[in-house]
């Protein structure tokens, strides 16, 4: 080869080598590029799904994939869209793109045309067997989601056979299963065509209950059952029954199913194990509350009696403000769930703002309750040796019967059951007595309160309360304090100390009155996951007249939503008494 050819020849390969250079140099560039993914024409649900469906935006932000890797899922990306919309019955979508280069971004970007949707053309459901004259199943029917002429949504068509399949094993229907299931999309036609056979079978009964570890009668746990053998089967009956349990404190485990492998001519057995609590419960606690000072709480509980679930629960609470000790015998009615009877004794000592009151008292009492509603009717009899600052102890008796009704309604939190969110309670209570019936004077008194909860925003709420009483009585100063109205405290009015509210005597001393007026308005706000800032305005005072002067307070407070419920610490000072001090009052339990 003669010099001039390998001198061409040089010159060719520095060409080439210089252009590969350049070739490979622009290459390790775009790697070196971000690479941002995006698409156009869809949002809400449609765009939700494209993001769980496109895999390219596994990438995005992240270095640039080689350029022929980058081309494979583009082009790939494309069918993954196409994939994503038709669950919501896109059938005929069309989606392009393009790479777009600069110089630190790689931009891959999609144009997409969702297209027409595909309706629900035609539609059979069909039930066969038992479940078909089920009209629980009649009601299900008008709550499927699929409907002709409706969008063609794989999500709606999956719920319904879902809520078949969720009916059937709640109710008993164990060998049901779907003879078809079929969906046919003509595309042409922009139509689906859905066919489901459900076959129900027969509905099963409950059969034998197979219990183990009952340290109770057999009859008395049998008074917690709300079905009987023979009874067509649903689980609901059996939740019911391992709650019933559970909430009854006789047990400290409960497991609660059927025997379904052991179900034979339409019956299936139920296995109820349990496994027996502590006998004994024995508290002490010692706390703190603005109306009662310093406390002591002992407590002794025998959670049974008697195999026929008899309780005794008792209390010894010593404060500053008064001393405490009940003993309450309770007998469980037909319906333990519901239904129980009490016999209580009671002796209170109490010395506070120069009143002084010692306080005997035992009563039955038959309580019912009834979903939201309670009620509850007491007759109580009760001495009371009492005095208001220096002047000579009075005793007075008092046989007295009460009915009260409360109505409790609530949606709790769904992090913590003692949060509320929205709901309220109301309660009214009537007592009195007769100068005829062992009563030292007549009396009759009505007490009217009420709670509310109201969720105003995801950070707002709006709190309310108000408590009314009134009473009537031919000799009030035989009427002692436990009976009698006062307001002030952590749960009235604060801003004022625990029954400061009410008349006075020669001496000063609140003496307390016929008549009670309390209404409390407080808005709270989330600052943060477990805290809340509060303001909020109380009003009230008792008297013995209705036209009985009102105190008004404002405040402001701190709420640490805790595991047992709120904790609250407020601080509160009179409107209309400007010299009087503030006061702090600090409160924990739920909200109603």
């Known amino acids: 080869m003669t010099r001039s050819c390998w001198r061409i020849f040089f010159f060719i390969f520095c060409v080439c080598g210089l252009s590969l250079g350049t070739s490979f140099a622009q290459t390790i560039e775009r790697r070196a590029t971000t690479l941002q993914v995006e698409y156009s024409g869809v949002d809400g649900e449609l765009a939700k799904n494209v993001d769980s469906y496109l895999e390219l935006l596994d990438y995005n932000g992240k270095p640039t ?5 980058l081309r494979f899922l ?12 038709k669950p919501f019955g896109y059938y005929h979508s069309e989606v392009s793109h393009e790479i777009i280069h600069s110089e630190n971004v790689t931009r891959v970007s999609y144009q997409i045309n969702p297209g027409p949707r595909t309706q629900i053309g035609t539609l059979n459901i069909t039930i066969q067997g038992s479940m078909q004259d089920d009209p629980v199943f009649q009601n299900l029917r008008k709550q499927f989601p699929l409907a002709t002429g409706q969008p063609f949504i794989h999500a709606d068509y999956e719920r319904t056979k879902n809520m078949l399949r969720n009916l059937a ?3 008993g229907y164990y060998d049901a299963r779907f003879e078809r299931q079929n969906v046919r999309v003509e595309l042409t036609e922009q139509a689906a065509h859905i066919d489901l056979v459900y076959a129900s079978g027969e509905r099963y009964k409950f059969g034998d209950v197979e219990m183990c570890c009952n340290h109770l009668s057999d009859d008395f746990i049998a008074r917690y059952f709300q079905f009987s053998q023979g009874q067509p089967f649903h689980t609901r009956e059996l939740l019911d029954l391992q709650v019933a349990l559970a909430g009854s404190d006789y047990f400290e485990t409960v497991e609660v199913a059927p025997i379904w492998d052991q179900a034979s001519n339409a019956q299936v057995p139920v296995s109820v194990r349990l496994t027996p609590n502590k006998r004994d419960y024995y508290q002490v606690g010692p706390g703190y509350g603005t109306d009662t000072g ?16 008899h309780r005794l629960s008792s209390v010894l609470r010593l404060s500053q403000v008064q001393n405490t000790g009940f003993v309450d015998y309770i007998i469980p009615g037909k319906d333990p769930t519901r239904d129980q009877y009490s016999i209580t004794g009671e002796i209170m000592d109490r010395s506070y703002e120069s009143i002084e009151s010692t306080l005997y008292r035992t009563s039955v009492r038959d309580i019912r309750h009834y979903d939201e509603w309670q009620r509850t009717y007491e007759l109580a009899y009760q001495r009371e040796d009492f005095r208001f600052g220096a002047v000579d102890k009075t005793t007075s008796s008092f046989l007295i019967p009460s009915a009260e009704f409360s109505l409790v309604r609530s949606e709790m939190d769904a992090e913590n059951r003692n949060l509320v969110d929205n709901g309220f309670r109301v309660s ?22 009420g709670k509310a909860v109201y969720t105003l925003s995801p950070r707002w709420r709006f709190l309310a309360r108000s408590e009314i009483g009134a009473m009537t009585t031919s000799d009030f100063s035989q009427i002692p304090p436990s009976l009698r109205f006062f307001a002030g405290g952590d749960h009235s009015v604060r801003g004022y100390a625990y029954q400061q509210l009410g008349p006075e005597n020669s001496e000063g001393v609140v003496t307390g009155g016929r008549y009670l007026g309390v209404l409390s308005a407080e808005f709270d706000y989330l600052v943060a996951p477990k805290w809340r800032v509060a303001l909020f305005t109380d009003v009230g005072n008792s008297g013995m007249e209705w036209s009985m002067p009102w105190r008004q307070t404002l405040g402001a407070g701190v709420r640490w939503l805790s595991p047992i419920g709120p904790v609250r610490l407020d601080v509160a000072q009179a409107v209309d008494e400007p010299g009087r001090p503030w006061r702090i009052h600090l409160t924990i339990g739920p909200d109603l």
Request: charged share 30%; hydrophobic share 45%; proline share 2%.
């Open 428 to 449: 009214a209570k009537l007592k009195g007595a007769s100068d005829t019936v062992l009563a030292d004077t007549s009396f009759i008194a009505l007490t009217l309160s």
């Open 169 to 171: 094993a709640e109710r």
């Open 74 to 85: 583009a082009r790939r990306g494309e069918t993954s869209i196409k994939n994503a919309l």
């Open 294 to 309: 310093a406390r002591l709480t002992l407590a002794f509980d025998r959670r049974w009696v008697n195999d026929r679930g």
């Open 65 to 69: 994939p080689a350029s022929f890797r």
